[in-house]
Structures are given as structure tokens and as C-alpha cells.
């Protein structure tokens, strides 16, 4: 070999050995750096936490890359196909609705949750609460809550007014609801998760750290109902399970009815949002995967990994949602998703057209003085029908949480709404009602408003007047109806 090719040789060894020492450098500077923010992190807790501190910024202190995530669910971004984090008028997307809640506060204002740090700007403008709204209404509004309910326990803050519990109620959803302020492990801070666990013979606070992920949610989003008018007391309906016909047989059990409809007289049951119940009959639930590995995935910056809690759809942040599991593209994880969600509409759809028929026909078999013995079976369909309809509507998610199990709710809601309507048919045809029912224009929100209104009306003056009759005749909805369309 002669020299000069000995030196080249030479300078490419050194080149390379050059090369390695400084990578191995920054790598060991990269290592030390990464171990001096874990370090950083372990120690973070230097400011003391009060116990049931509602003030989301005093965690802040101390957790600063949560705290800033947790402050961006203030923003407001653009809707998804069904969900997100925007304005949405459910009643103006679809007027049917209006009708169907006839009688009941959510036929005057229903919107989407714009997420955790609106939700007390949302609850106090809703046209949903008056000054007999029971202080339940708060349950889940707040950190402030379960401060309160430590100071009067939660049977008295239930019977106060919402009117009443106003001034103390000030910091939105945060740090409080689901963590223990001394060691930062997630905890249950709302009783009725833990009474509907003690009644199974379970202890909700031997579950596991995973299944904590989802419990802290499912605090509040779940059915629910207030067990009487004097108390208000907040309950879960699971004592005969999780399913839309466990909680059939469980309020057919304990005789509970949510209000009484004014057009078709049927006594109805309305349901909040079944999330976690839903939830529970899906693959995502059957495979461990918790509500916060979608919802609030986790994320690194530096050497510290920690849970995002900007909590929001996961069609905002595919990458470190869906494609942990599923090695999709992003347009085909939100193509998945969509198809999902637009079958569940359409079968939405056709359980409301049947469901609003029902009532009407209901309402034409009255006004041909058809007997409340005549109407009870009819009624009895419409009730259970529209229940297992609302199983489904008032979950998020818009049926992807459970694609199968909603398909099958929906279906049996057709059902019973379908056979309601065939034993209406009978009843009316009885008393000369041998043509259709004619469904009013009902295309808008205002015009399914006015339509109602003669009905509500009437219901409220028969309920002031000691139960005697008053004027809700159709002639009376349709002329409303036709003043507000010459608009």
C-alpha cells in the first residue's frame, strides 16, 4: 500500500471516529438533559395543593404542561362531521326533536357541549333553567361541587335551588373533579358513581389505574335521574345493568317518569348521555382501552411523557389517538369513522319519523275522544320507544362508541314505535280515523316551536288548574303554525 493511500485511510478512520465521539456526545448531553426534566418532574409538587382546591391555576403551579393543555379546551375549533368542539343547535339541525320533547325543557334550547372549560358559561345560558332548576343541575359542572358537597354533604347541596348555589360555583371542570390533590392518583369526587357501585357489592376505589381512566369520566357522563321532586337526589339507573332494556325494566320497576308528553299524553322518559353505558358494549371497552387513551392521549415534550388533557374529539388528533392502535392513513381512520357515524343517523332518522308519527296519531285518536284505556298500549310503545331511541341520540359519539350495539337499539326503537302506530291505527279507525295523519311543516326549529306551543300551553293551565281540561285542540297548533310561516 503506498503512503498517500495509507493517509487517506488514515484521515477516514479518525473522520469517523471524530463523527461517533461527538454523536456519543450529544447523545450523553441529550440523556442528561432528558434526566434532569424527569428529574425536574418528580419534584414539581412545590406548592402545596389544599385538599378539594377548586382553582384550576393553583395546580397549574405545579403541573404547568397539563394545566396549559387542560386551558386549551377553551378553544374553539371547527366541528367534525357529528361532534367537536363549536356551536351546534341540535333542535334547529333537527326540528323533529321539537316535538318529540313536547312539554319538556329540552323542546326550548338543546345545544352540544362545547367541552370542560365552557361548561359553566354553557349551563347558565341554556333556556333550560328557571328558578325551580334544582341544584342536581350542578352536579357536573365544577370542581366547586365536590368542594361544596365535602362542607354540606351531598343530600342538602341536591335540595338547594341552582339559583341559589350560583355564587359559589365559579371554577369550570378541571384538576379537582378526578384527581387527588396529595398524591395526584385519580379518584371518584361524586357520590352517585360510588352508590351505584356499592349497590352491585362493588368498591369503585379497588379498581385499577386503567379502569380509573374511564370511571373519572363516567362520574358524569351516564344516564341518570333525580329520585324524587322534594330531594332531587342524583342516582345511576344500573341496578338491572347497562343496557337500554336494563334500564326499561329498572324505571318499570321503580315507577319513574320524566314528564308527561302534551300532544300525545304519554308519560316519558328522557335520557342524558349514556356515554359510559354505551361505551361499555363496544370493542374499545372489551379490548381495556380507556376513555382518556382517545380522549386524552398521551404526549411528550422533552424527556417528560404525560397525559394531554385538552379532553376532545380524537378526530382532532388522530396521530396520537387512532394510530397508536390502527396503522391507517389519517383520511382513512376519519373515512372509518364517519361511515360509522352516518349509518347511525340514518337509523336515527327513521326512529324519529316513526316516533313523531306515533305521538301525532296518539293525538288525532284523542281528539276523536278515544279513551285513556284505549290509548295506554299505544302509549306504552311510544314511551319505550322513544327511550331506546334517546339510548342512543343523547350519547356521544353519534353511535361510534358502539356501532353494533346502537344499530340494535335503534332497530327494536322502530319496532315498538311501528307497533304503537298499528295499535293507534285500530283505535282511530274504530272512531272514523281511517285516513293518515297528516305531519305538519315542522321544517324549522321556530316553526316546531309555535306548533307545540298550543299543546304546552294547555298542559301547563290544566296542571295550575287542578287537572280540568283545557283548549289544545290541532286547529289551534295548526293556525300558530301558519302565522309563524307567513313570516
Known amino acids: 500500500m503506498d503512503e498517500k493511500r495509507a493517509n487517506r485511510i488514515g484521515w477516514f478512520i479518525f473522520g469517523g471516529v471524530a463523527l461517533g465521539v461527538v454523536a456519543l456526545g450529544l447523545l450523553a448531553s441529550s440523556i442528561l438533559e432528558r434526566r434532569e426534566q424527569r428529574g425536574a418532574a418528580l419534584i414539581q409538587m412545590q406548592q402545596p395543593i389544599k385538599e378539594w382546591e377548586a382553582d384550576n ?3 397549574g403551579v405545579n403541573f404547568p404542561r397539563e394545566y396549559n393543555s387542560w386551558e386549551s379546551t377553551k378553544q374553539i375549533q371547527e366541528n367534525t362531521a357529528y361532534g367537536g368542539s363549536g356551536h351546534r343547535d341540535y333542535l334547529e339541525r333537527d326540528p323533529r326533536l321539537v316535538v318529540m320533547w313536547a312539554g319538556y325543557p329540552f323542546a326550548k334550547d338543546y345545544n352540544a357541549p362545547r367541552g370542560h372549560f365552557h361548561s359553566l358559561e354553557d349551563v ?8 325551580k332548576t334544582p341544584g342536581t343541575c350542578w352536579t357536573c359542572k365544577s370542581p366547586d361541587v365536590p368542594r361544596l358537597m365535602s362542607q354540606i354533604g351531598p343530600g342538602k347541596f341536591y335540595a338547594q335551588h341552582f339559583k341559589d348555589l350560583k355564587h359559589e360555583i365559579t371554577n369550570t371542570i378541571g384538576c379537582a373533579d378526578c384527581h387527588n390533590p396529595k398524591t395526584m392518583a385519580l379518584q371518584i369526587s361524586r357520590p352517585a358513581l360510588i352508590e351505584a357501585f356499592r349497590r352491585h357489592g362493588k368498591d369503585v376505589n379497588k379498581s385499577t389505574h386503567q379502569e380509573m381512566r374511564t370511571l373519572v369520566c363516567a362520574q358524569c357522563h351516564v344516564e341518570y335521574y333525580f329520585k324524587d321532586k322534594k330531594t332531587n337526589y342524583l342516582v345511576f339507573p344500573w341496578d338491572e345493568g347497562l343496557k337500554a332494556e336494563d334500564f326499561q325494566k329498572y324505571y318499570q320497576k321503580v315507577g319513574f ?3 308527561v308528553h302534551a300532544i300525545s299524553g304519554a308519560k316519558m322518559i328522557k335520557m342524558q348521555h349514556p356515554d359510559y353505558e354505551v361505551y361499555q358494549q363496544g370493542i374499545h371497552a372489551f379490548r381495556n382501552v380507556a376513555c382518556a387513551d382517545c380522549h386524552m392521549p398521551y404526549k411528550s415534550e422533552g424527556g417528560i411523557k404525560f397525559t394531554d388533557h385538552q379532553v376532545r374529539s380524537p378526530l382532532y388528533n388522530v396521530a396520537n389517538s387512532c394510530q397508536v392502535c390502527h396503522r391507517w392513513s389519517e383520511d382513512e381512520v376519519r373515512s372509518r369513522v364517519t361511515g360509522i357515524q352516518d349509518k347511525n343517523r340514518e337509523m336515527l332518522d327513521r326512529a324519529e319519523d316513526a316516533i313523531t308519527a306515533l305521538h301525532l296519531e296518539i293525538r288525532d285518536a284523542m281528539n276523536r275522544g278515544a279513551t285513556d284505556q284505549e290509548l295506554e298500549p299505544a302509549r306504552e310503545k311510544v314511551m319505550w320507544a322513544q327511550m331506546s331511541w334517546d339510548y342512543v341520540a343523547a350519547n356521544n359519539g353519534m353511535g361510534f362508541h358502539a356501532p353494533q350495539e346502537c344499530a340494535r337499539v335503534l332497530g327494536r326503537s322502530v319496532d315498538l314505535a311501528q ?3 298499528l295499535m293507534i291505527a285500530q283505535v282511530r279507525a274504530r272512531r ?9 311543516d315542522i321544517s324549522t326549529k321556530e316553526k316546531a ?10 298542559q301547563n293551565a290544566q296542571q295550575s288548574s287542578g287537572g280540568k281540561k283545557a283548549d289544545a285542540s290541532p286547529a289551534k297548533a295548526e293556525a300558530a303554525l301558519k302565522k309563524i310561516t307567513k313570516r
Open 419 to 421: 307497533q304503537g302506530r
Open 432 to 440: 272514523g280515523g281511517l285516513d293518515f295523519v297528516k305531519v305538519p
Open 124 to 131: 347558565n345560558g341554556t333556556k333550560r333553567i328557571n328558578d
Open 57 to 59: 391555576s393553583k395546580w
Open 449 to 458: 316551536q309555535s306548533y307545540i306551543k298550543p299543546f304546552v300551553d294547555a
Open 257 to 259: 317518569r320524566d314528564w
